[in-house]
């Protein structure tokens, strides 16, 4: 976790307020503790991990739904705090926060237009439990924004044999943040079928990323989340039938299958909080 009690203080590892030396201390004399259940916490760092805290006793909260911490999603939360700081008419934004009614502890709570809402930056695969921590916070009132994680849902990031599917949380929300490029993926089924119908018209300045690192400036940036073929097929021609000389390219036509996994790239610093959707 990014957070811990000092007494009554809520801190944070993001503002940076704190020596690393004087968190050891503390940490080492037991005055951090876990916001949620108040036990002993300690001060984790490294040379190149993020520095988090985590229970001395390494046993988690009772509160519902936690999960081990990826450095993955420690940076995304770091990320996607740092940003909403920026947007407009958002206010009380807290990292961490918790909510005592339904046990839930969403990554970050905030206001935006006095409407409460939270993110959730999900790193690990879920399945039904989506749909229990999705209407929990709409009980309370919360709009909830779910954003997947890239190590875990790209097809480009497996390791493994085979292709990755289509989780249910995939189902419900558009949007992938990967850290490593500081940018969101966000699906459109309707606005991507028109940008490519537009392609084949040769009308766009687009650009079909291969890997989440091919980012081009000044061009519409699109990238396939799963395995090609769940996006469209593609097919090569020439206008005439055939080809005439050794310069000639041919024309790529694409073709839209009903899975789209094909998602629009936008650094996540150029993106107002009003187009997430």
């Not at 259940?37 to 909260?61: A, Q, T």
């Not at 009772?62 to 999603?73: A, D, M, V």
């Not at 905030?110 to 916070?137: A, D, M």
């Not at 289509?166 to 606005?191: A, G, W």
Request: charged share 30%; glycine share 4%.
């Amino acid at each position: 976790m990014l957070t811990c009690l000092i007494g009554n203080n809520k801190i944070n590892l993001i503002e940076h307020k704190y020596e690393k030396d004087e968190l050891k201390k503390w940490s080492k004399n037991r005055v951090l503790k876990c916001p949620i259940c108040g036990k002993d916490y300690e001060y984790c760092h490294g040379k190149v991990k993020i520095p988090y805290f985590r229970h001395k006793d390494k046993e988690e909260c009772c509160y519902l739904y936690s999960e081990p911490e990826t450095q993955e999603h420690l940076k995304g939360k770091i990320d996607l705090y740092n940003w909403l700081l920026k947007q407009s008419n958002v206010t009380n934004v807290e990292l961490e926060s918790y909510i005592p009614e339904t046990k839930q502890r969403p990554d970050i709570m905030f206001e935006w237009n006095g409407q409460k809402c939270v993110i959730e930056y999900q790193c690990t695969p879920i399945s039904s439990e989506y749909y229990e921590r999705h209407e929990l916070y709409e009980a309370c009132g919360i709009k909830d924004i779910w954003i997947c994680g890239a190590e875990k849902y790209f097809q480009y990031y497996h390791n493994g044999t085979g292709l990755k599917q289509v989780s249910e949380i995939e189902k419900n929300t558009t949007l992938y943040y990967d850290s490593k490029v500081d940018c969101v993926f966000q699906i459109n089924r309707e606005m991507v079928k028109k940008e490519f119908e537009m392609i084949n018209n040769n009308k766009s300045r687009s650009h079909k990323m291969k890997v989440p690192f091919d980012y081009v400036v000044g061009q519409e940036n699109f990238f396939s989340v799963k395995c090609v073929d769940k996006s469209y097929s593609s097919q090569s021609y020439y206008p005439s039938g055939r080809r005439t000389n050794k310069y000639q390219y041919p024309v790529i036509r694409h073709t839209f299958k009903e899975n789209c996994s094909l998602a629009k790239c936008i650094p996540l610093n150029s993106i107002k909080l009003k187009e997430v959707k």
